[in-house]
């Protein structure tokens, strides 16, 4: 069964997971012509192997702690962390700990 996404005006909750992390997955949020919003869910050791996306990119650490390489660059994104990243550049992203973020794709047309 697939999550609805949120309807413009609609209120989302974001807070952390806490307790029920390891239960959660990976979803879409809301998507428009313009704009994707993801709740990424990664746990300790997982991660997204190098991509790139033709859109910036913020990704924002909720709960656990994310490392994003970019370049062979290692950044730690701690809760409350935000990152942003232009258009067309390689990262990857591996969960340190069972970690969630939102991810923000600007889509390109």
């Known amino acids: 069964m697939s999550i609805p ?4 005006g609609q209120a989302v909750d974001v807070s952390p997971f806490n307790q029920s992390l390891p239960e959660q997955r990976t979803v879409a ?3 428009s012509a313009q704009l994707e919003l993801i709740r990424l869910v990664l746990f300790a050791g997982k991660s997204m192997p190098e991509h790139q996306l033709r859109g910036e990119i913020t990704i924002q650490c909720l709960e656990g ?6 370049d062979g660059v290692s950044t ?3 809760p409350g962390q935000l990152m942003f990243l232009l258009g067309h550049v390689p990262h990857s992203v591996t969960a340190l700990e069972d970690a969630s973020a939102l991810v923000t794709i600007v889509l390109q047309p």
């Open 5 to 8: 996404h949120a309807q413009p």
């Open 29 to 31: 949020l809301f998507k």
């Open 65 to 70: 702690v994310l490392d994003v390489q970019i």
């Open 76 to 78: 730690l994104l701690q």
